[in-house]
């Protein structure tokens, strides 16, 4: 697997480093995607979200998600075997 960014809408001025982090390395489909959908009960509208995944299904529950439930993808990595995804919350998903 190669190494590969994707911005899914253009970025707003973001501190994506400073974004609330969700570690979900090692877990199994569908405990990423439960995972991010906690962490966005959690979080301020507007709040920016990293989760970090090592499922590969969590790239297509991710999308699908946030197509589903109107929320911004923000920002796609993929580094090695890891999945990236910066989520803006919305009042919408929580």
């Known amino acids: ?8 809408t253009p970025p707003p001025d973001f501190d994506w480093d400073s974004a ?8 199994p489909c569908p405990q990423p995607l439960l995972a991010m959908r906690r962490a966005m009960k959690q979080v301020a509208p507007g709040a920016l979200l990293h989760l970090i995944a090592t499922d590969p ?3 297509r529950d991710i999308r699908s998600f946030c197509a589903l439930a109107s929320v911004p993808l923000r920002r796609v990595e993929i580094r ?7 989520l803006q919350s919305s009042n919408d998903a929580r």
Do not use: I, Q
Request: proline residues 0%; hydrophobic residues 35%; without cysteine.
């Open 1 to 8: 697997m190669t190494d590969s960014s994707f911005n899914a």
């Open 20 to 27: 609330y982090r969700v570690d979900a390395r090692g877990l």
């Open 57 to 59: 299904a969590s790239e």
């Open 80 to 86: 090695g075997s890891e999945f990236h995804y910066w």
